[in-house]
């Protein structure tokens, strides 16, 4: 969902003949992401021979998690655009607020069970930032044109929830 505002239309700004254009943004969405594999959510069995007395056998090969489901990621944005002296200087600024929920993640089990992991809806991450950019026509003839670009972005990341409150993921994922 978005919505703007184009504030050079407005009367109020448009007496000033200062600004060509100048457009309040807000967006909000979700969205997910497929990544959890055809059969993740299913607890998978193999067919394997000498496992016991030399017989052949059917033995679990991978864990199941009936409880599997997407990765869900919401983002609020707030913008603004701009141009004045005839289009001259132009630019925008963007603030935005991103969570990545539900993430899929191979969470370490005891690896008595034959298993070292099980992949679980686990975390949520952070992302906020604001974005600037500016555009300048330094220069503009019919036989030359001079252009600057500039732009800068700040973002903090954080890691805002993970499985039995640790704050990292574990370098080794088998507990043995």
């Given at each position: 969902?978005?919505?703007?505002?184009?504030?050079?239309?407005?009367?109020?700004?448009?007496?000033?003949?200062?600004?060509?254009?100048?457009?309040?943004?807000?967006?909000?969405?979700?969205?997910?992401n497929d990544q959890i594999g055809n059969f993740d959510s299913r607890g998978l069995y193999g067919g394997a021979s000498r496992i016991y007395?030399?017989?052949?056998?059917?033995?679990?090969?991978?864990?199941?998690?009936?409880?599997?489901?997407?990765?869900?990621?919401?983002?609020?944005?707030?913008?603004?655009?701009?141009?004045?002296?005839?289009?001259?200087?132009?630019?925008?600024?963007?603030?935005?607020?991103?969570?990545?929920?539900?993430?899929?993640?191979?969470?370490?089990?005891?690896?008595?069970?034959?298993?070292?992991?099980?992949?679980?809806?686990?975390?949520?991450?952070?992302?906020?930032?604001?974005?600037?950019?500016?555009?300048?026509?330094?220069?503009?003839?019919?036989?030359?044109?001079?252009?600057?670009?500039?732009?800068?972005?700040?973002?903090?990341?954080?890691?805002?929830?993970?499985?039995?409150?640790?704050?990292?993921?574990?370098?080794?994922?088998?507990?043995?």
């Amino acid at each position: 969902f978005s919505v703007g505002w184009n504030l050079s239309k407005e009367s109020f700004i448009n007496k000033k003949n200062f600004f060509n254009n100048l457009v309040l943004r807000a967006s909000w969405g979700r969205t997910g992401n497929d990544q959890i594999g055809n059969f993740d959510s299913r607890g998978l069995y193999g067919g394997a021979s000498r496992i016991y007395n030399n017989g052949s056998a059917i033995t679990p090969s991978q864990l199941g998690n009936p409880d599997l489901r997407w990765e869900t990621r919401e983002e609020v944005n707030l913008g603004l655009d701009f141009a004045f002296f005839k289009n001259r200087i132009n630019g925008s600024i963007d603030v935005y607020d991103r969570r990545n929920k539900d993430l899929l993640l191979g969470r370490p089990i005891y690896s008595i069970n034959g298993f070292t992991s099980v992949t679980q809806n686990l975390g949520e991450v952070q992302n906020k930032g604001i974005e600037f950019a500016l555009n300048v026509d330094v220069v503009k003839t019919t036989n030359f044109r001079w252009q600057s670009r500039f732009n800068i972005a700040y973002v903090h990341n954080e890691l805002k929830r993970l499985y039995d409150t640790i704050k990292i993921l574990p370098a080794n994922n088998s507990l043995q």
